[in-house]
């Protein structure tokens, strides 16, 4: 099957070396070339790729917008391509807050083609991967109609855990749920966002700024801690162990999203004596509803991010089709919620 990549890009010796190294990749064909954000979005409303490769810096609408928009009017995959990721870290953010996957250095033409083509190449097929994972259907579940199991006891000493699954323009959103959670909460916050693991330790940081408060790496054999705020750190699986600490696995090879809600969310609903409360916000695909399940199951509480307020309403549309979301509620209500059911599982 083809997979259809716009390029936009102001420079034309930028759009011939993205139009090389595409069509370098299997069954991947150019669908369209736009000069500028403006008119990026006219071409994506009329003809929607399955994938764009944005430039930040453009004339009429740069790349920040162009992304904003286009998630809002014709929602589908975006990676930020910009002659310097580092260079322009803060506008990498916010297109990744307003809905970009990711963001790579602009590739280089040279005397044997286009420069640093074989880890670009390697992003696309991750991306087509995703894309195919993504659009896959979760059946409805009969748990859609039952209630969520009563809340387990916790054992003593036992820090509750706030498990946050996000995707596609999750990190405004982590910043604003963390924003809405006290610094000295009582339990502790583990963070899975599908991103590149070489700009997670940049998101890391520029949530600390945003809601003042330290964000940290997770790190093997770290432990629960109340007011602690952790993202998964490293491209492997994080996954909490029997004895309450967390640790990286490789996993299951098949599985495109690494590190995945899922395997986080179902290590947690296999832990002994563990509870707590499960938040899926903004992001294209599923991961993360089949383990809320597993969660719900096992007595946790769980919330989704409303579609209205979400980038791409993938991810919690999915917990809410699935059953997995005890509520659904906008973004800013989000943690309140959680504040209020944690209230019923201090240590």
């Not at 453009?58 to 790349?63: E, Q, T």
Request: aromatic fraction near 4%.
């Amino acid at each position: 099957m083809s997979f259809r990549i716009a390029i936009v890009n102001d420079l034309g010796m930028a759009r011939e070396a993205l139009r090389r190294l595409v069509l370098q990749a299997p069954g991947a064909t150019v669908a369209w070339t736009a000069n500028d954000g403006a008119e990026a979005l006219e071409r994506a409303k009329a003809d929607r790729p399955d994938l764009v490769l944005m430039d930040l810096i453009m004339p009429v609408m740069d790349g920040v917008e162009c992304t904003r928009r286009v998630m809002e009017e014709a929602p589908c995959p975006i990676l930020v391509v910009t002659a310097t990721v580092e260079g322009n870290a803060s506008r990498v953010y916010e297109a990744i807050g307003a809905g970009a996957l990711d963001a790579v250095d602009t590739p280089r033409l040279g005397s044997g083609g286009a420069v640093g083509d074989k880890s670009f190449l390697e992003m696309i097929e991750r991306i087509r991967r995703m894309r195919r994972v993504d659009t896959a259907p979760v059946p409805a579940s009969p748990a859609a109609a039952r209630p969520a199991a009563a809340m387990r006891p916790i054992a003593s000493g036992r820090c509750p855990v706030l498990a946050v699954g996000a995707s596609t323009g999750g990190p405004q959103a982590l910043a604003t749920l963390l924003r809405d959670t006290p610094a000295d909460a009582p339990y502790a916050t583990w963070i899975v966002q599908h991103m590149e693991a070489s700009f997670l330790p940049g998101l890391a940081q520029w949530l600390s700024t945003q809601c003042g408060r330290p964000v940290e790496l997770a790190r093997r054999g770290d432990r629960a801690r109340p007011g602690s705020v952790l993202v998964a750190g490293e491209a492997q699986q994080l996954v909490v162990r029997a004895d309450g600490s967390l640790d990286y696995e490789p996993g299951d090879p098949e599985l495109v999203h690494r590190p995945s809600v899922d395997v986080l969310f179902g290590s947690l609903a296999a832990a002994p004596d563990r509870t707590g409360a499960a938040v899926l916000l903004t992001g294209m695909g599923t991961d993360g509803a089949r383990g809320m399940l597993a969660l719900r199951e096992r007595g946790w509480r769980t919330f989704a991010q409303d579609r209205a307020s979400s980038i791409v309403w993938g991810m919690p549309g999915a917990a809410d089709q699935l059953g997995a979301a005890e509520q659904v509620l906008p973004l800013r209500a989000l943690g309140a919620a959680v504040n209020a059911a944690m209230e019923g599982a201090r240590p």
